[in-house]
């Protein structure tokens, strides 16, 4: 299984821009998938996540101005960002989590482990 995250870069205070992250591999579902961020000197925090069903979830700094959302056809996570502020400045990670696959088998494997994609750095200039 591997995420492949792309739509970062540079945008200055107030622009918008569209994360997009890939899943490939034999998966048949994923529970949920979602990003997560880390700014210099901070921790990894999550910012959004939104299961198979559609239940969303935000960090409360980015309520309002961020939209997550999912292609399950397609084992694709989208991050919509509006209004972005330079505190919004940080690599950006996909997260996928909880994946049902099959194997060389045929045989349907289910784990609860986390997935991650390489990182994505949204910088935002005032």
């Known amino acids: 299984v591997q995420l492949q995250a792309s739509g970062g870069g540079l945008v200055q205070a107030g622009g918008s821009l569209r994360l997009s992250c890939a899943a490939s591999?034999?998966?048949?579902?994923?529970?949920?998938m979602g990003w997560y961020r880390q700014a210099p000197g901070k921790e990894r925090e999550l910012v959004a996540s939104v299961t198979s069903g559609g239940s969303t979830d935000y960090v409360d700094s980015v309520k309002g101005r961020f939209t997550v959302s999912r292609d399950n056809a397609k084992n694709t996570v989208y991050l919509q960002m509006i209004s972005l502020k330079p505190e919004d400045t940080a690599v950006y990670y996909c997260?996928?989590?909880?994946?049902?696959?099959?194997?060389?088998?045929?045989?349907?494997?289910?784990?609860?482990?986390?997935?991650w994609g390489k990182g994505t750095q949204v910088t935002v200039s005032s």
């Open positions: 591999g034999r998966i048949l579902r994923i529970d949920r």
């Open positions: 997260n996928a989590h909880g994946l049902t696959t099959e194997n060389i088998m045929g045989e349907l494997v289910v784990d609860g482990e986390d997935y």
